[in-house]
């Protein structure tokens, strides 16, 4: 059974960072790409960040050169370094899969961005 749970998340003032965790069982972790996504309150959830099983890293335009996405294969675990929040970026943070996440998901964490 696949597993993914996410950590890391809090309030933060307009212009901090936070550093997401996500910890994965049940698939061969090395195998796959994932992706952190978001659902903010009142929309879908969209992939903001990609890493490729062989390190390759792509990401949304709304967080491009604030945010990086990394991986360590060892520790089953995908990383989201969020630098110069905004507060658009509250919302309900996510990993699975990517591009194409599977029905299971954690339960996410929570990033609040306000002063």
């Known amino acids: 059974q696949v597993q993914f749970v996410e950590s890391g998340g809090g309030l933060v003032q307009p212009g901090g960072s936070l550093r997401l965790s996500c910890a994965a069982s049940g698939i ?11 659902q903010a309150p009142g929309k879908q959830r969209e992939l903001v960040a990609r890493i490729t099983a062989n390190g390759s890293s792509m990401y949304a335009d709304s967080v491009r050169d604030r945010f990086t996405i990394s991986r360590d294969n060892a ?3 995908v990383y989201l370094q969020m630098n110069s929040l905004k507060a658009e970026d509250t919302a309900v943070y996510y990993c699975n899969l990517a591009p194409q996440p599977i029905s299971s998901w954690g339960q996410g964490t929570q990033v609040t961005v306000s002063s």
């Open 75 to 77: 520790k089953i675990t």
């Open 28 to 38: 061969i972790f090395k195998s796959y790409d994932m992706g952190w996504y978001r």
